[in-house]
């Protein structure tokens, strides 16, 4: 989906039902696209400040648990861990606050509630802030996407797009007719800077987790997302992925968010979310420079 993260104005919709429904409104596990949101829940609870460093050494103790992380990623700020989208940070983050947190930034940015857009389009599920003894490491889990909170794709592009305008929270919409209703969200101007910055490092750094993706001479920012794909009895599968990816351009004055969601694709493939909104947002360049 494209859309104008200024004011929530849907510029196209596309999507192929599969087997686990509409991939545009199904709600699932966002992955490491809900990251943005446990930094700004650490950001914002005093948790961290963003000259706070960590070190990754790519494993994550946890009780009786190791948890892991993709690379030893090594010393890193919150702008960092974005960029390289660290699991390890973002583990001690949330071992240190808890749960609350991460809630509020997650009810202020709309993911428990409809986009406005979809009819009987469901509400994002957030979990009940409270520890979960039968599931110690549930608040870690939902630091990176991968536990208790679910979305969709125009939830979660709604919520992006109040990062990438600065702030305010849209109601999605078609053309005609008035704009509806927005809010602000509750969050300092250079905690949404910092997030907004460290995603387009994520693109243009060559540490970043999307450098492959970059159009020379056209700067965007974008956060990847990644979420094991049920294999065909149901279980998580080893090979197949649900593959996430959120981008806005240009950076500082937005104009154009697409979001793209594509299920059960391979790991380690060439074909990931990442791949197909890059091809949109080359698309979109042609069109403006004609």
Not at 25 to 51: N, R, W
Not at 120 to 132: I, K, M, N, S, T
Not at 266 to 275: E, L, R
């Amino acid at each position: 989906m494209a859309l104008n993260p200024r004011d929530g104005k849907v510029l196209a919709l596309h999507s192929i039902a599969g087997s686990r429904g509409d991939p545009l409104v199904t709600l699932h596990q966002p992955g490491s696209t809900f990251k943005v949101f446990s930094a700004i829940a650490a950001l914002e609870a005093g948790t961290i400040d963003a000259d706070t460093t960590l070190t990754c050494n790519q494993s994550y103790p946890f009780g009786e648990l190791t948890l892991t992380c993709p690379l030893a990623h090594g010393p890193e700020d919150v702008s960092k861990a974005l960029a390289v989208s660290c699991n390890s940070f973002f583990y001690a983050l949330a071992e240190k606050q808890g749960p609350k947190p991460l809630h509020a930034v997650a009810s202020a940015f709309g993911l428990g509630e409809p986009s406005g857009i979809a009819p009987d389009e469901p509400a994002g599920v957030l979990r009940d802030p409270v520890p979960d003894p039968a599931r110690p490491a549930l608040d870690l889990a939902d630091a990176i996407g991968h536990g208790a909170y679910y979305t969709n794709l125009l939830g979660l592009a709604r919520a992006y797009a109040a990062i990438a305008n600065g702030g305010t929270l849209p109601t999605l919409h078609l053309s005609g007719g008035a704009t509806p209703a927005t809010r602000r969200v509750p969050y300092a101007d250079t905690t949404l800077a910092l997030v907004r910055a460290a995603l387009v490092d994520a693109v243009e750094k060559d540490y970043g987790r999307s450098y492959a993706q970059r159009i020379g001479g056209y700067v965007f920012a974008g956060k990847t997302g990644g979420v094991d794909a049920p294999g065909p009895d149901g279980s998580p599968s080893d090979t197949l992925m649900d593959s996430w990816f959120v981008a806005f351009a240009p950076p500082a004055h937005p104009t154009l968010l697409v979001a793209a969601r594509l299920e059960s694709v391979p790991h380690a493939g060439p074909v990931n979310a990442a791949a197909v909104v890059r091809e949109v947002l080359l698309g979109a360049r042609a069109l403006a420079q004609r």
